[in-house]
């Protein structure tokens, strides 16, 4: 059972603290709770009822804090964006197990994902153990967030959605998302989940769309993509109208519109979208954030034109970049409340800056064809 911990499970709590900074020390974790968390810390999580202690027929095996308010190192974040910025979170911390106790930090997890709607957790890079389960338990990589002593964490956040039907969840889950583990880069698994949930956030804002269709959606817009990029979109819209088990969830309109949606959604469509439904995947699949694009522009050109060499693939990466985001570019941008504005406008800057951009499109072609 999981319960809240009170003062006198404090020796215990600090016993099972000391026990993980050992195993993380063994691990080549060297830096990571040096010092932390103090007695301090911990009783006021406990008065603050965040404290929680994992346990056995009565006998501790671990113990964890889960925030109910935002996190403050939170607020900054670099190299990437939060899945979901609107969304109200809790966040994982100070998750701790005994002597010979296994599988603790997935119960912590899968306790706290049945309380929130939303999760976020950062760690240490050198901390393999619990980067090795947040990444099976299916979290997303967001970015980079400083403590408040100045040292990075790897910052991860996994979204819940309560409001999709929970057996489409299910199927959509355990038969769609795992294609994109085969697809390059710019379409893998990590992009899908972003999709999904820049989609849903978006969705807030219409309250008369039906979320398991934007759900859905986002979730199959490149799943055209085992065919190839080229006509990734149609073959998207023809796999969701394929699909019979999308029947069981959805009428013919329905589908209709997803298939319409995922096809509308790429970037260098002729015209709008034909539906919201559309602009919002549209939107969604935009991902704006400067240097997640251009590593994504870079790793393409690696995968799909290897024989270049590396000024050719500077000069096709640039060219890329300016001609799909620059001011004349032909992404386009449909919903207002979107974060893709201020976004496109920050990598409109970077293209401006012929010598940072120069750099950086370098450092990039160094590190992934090495």
């Known amino acids: 059972m999981i319960r809240h911990s009170t003062p006198d499970d404090l ?28 007695t301090t810390t911990i009783l006021d999580d406990i008065a ?19 925030l109910n308010q935002p996190e403050p190192t939170y607020a900054r974040i670099e190299g990437g964006l939060w899945l979901d910025d609107t969304t109200p979170y809790r966040t994982i911390h100070r998750l701790a197990c005994a002597p010979n106790a296994h599988g603790i930090a997935r119960q912590a997890f899968i306790w706290s994902e049945q309380h929130a709607s939303t999760i976020r957790v950062d760690t240490h890079s050198d901390n393999h153990i619990m980067l090795h389960i947040i990444q099976q338990l299916g979290y997303t990589h967001c970015g980079t967030v400083y403590m408040d002593n100045g040292t990075p964490r790897l910052a991860f956040q996994k979204m819940m959605y309560p409001m999709v039907n929970p057996e489409l969840k299910a199927y ?36 008369k769309l039906k979320k398991d269709m934007v759900y ?64 919002i995947v549209a939107e969604a699949d ?16 690696l995968a799909y034109y290897p024989k270049l060499g590396k000024v050719e693939q500077w000069h096709r990466a640039a060219q890329h970049l300016t001609e799909k985001y620059g001011p004349d570019g032909y992404v386009k941008l449909y919903i207002p409340q979107s974060r893709n504005r201020v976004q496109l406008d920050k990598l409109q800057t ?3 800056d012929n010598t940072l951009l120069t750099d950086i499109i370098t450092e990039m072609i160094n590190q992934y064809s090495s």
Request: glycine share 6%; net charge negative; charged share 25%.
């Open 11 to 38: 020796s215990t709590i600090m016993s099972m603290i000391d026990h993980s900074r050992s195993i993380m020390r063994a691990n080549g974790n060297k830096t990571q709770w040096d010092g932390y968390p103090t």
């Open 48 to 66: 603050k009822r965040i404290h929680y202690i994992i346990e056995d027929n009565g006998t501790p095996l671990g113990c964890f804090t889960l």
């Open 172 to 207: 959509i889950e355990s038969e769609i998302l795992p294609r994109y583990n085969h697809f390059d880069t710019a379409h893998d698994l990590v992009h899908v989940q972003r999709v999904i949930a820049q989609s849903m956030e978006l969705a807030q804002y219409y309250p």
């Open 216 to 279: 859905t959606i986002a979730a199959y817009h490149d799943t055209g993509m085992v065919n190839g990029r080229e006509n990734h979109h149609t073959d998207s819209a023809r796999i969701i109208r394929q699909d019979a088990q999308l029947r069981k969830w959805f009428d013919p309109i329905d589908i209709l519109i997803m298939a319409q949606a995922a096809e509308d959604h790429r970037a260098s469509a002729l015209g709008e979208p034909r539906s919201l439904y559309g602009k």
């Open 286 to 301: 935009r991902d704006i954030e400067p240097l997640n694009i251009v590593r994504r522009t870079v790793q393409y050109g």
């Open 350 to 352: 970077l293209l401006a």
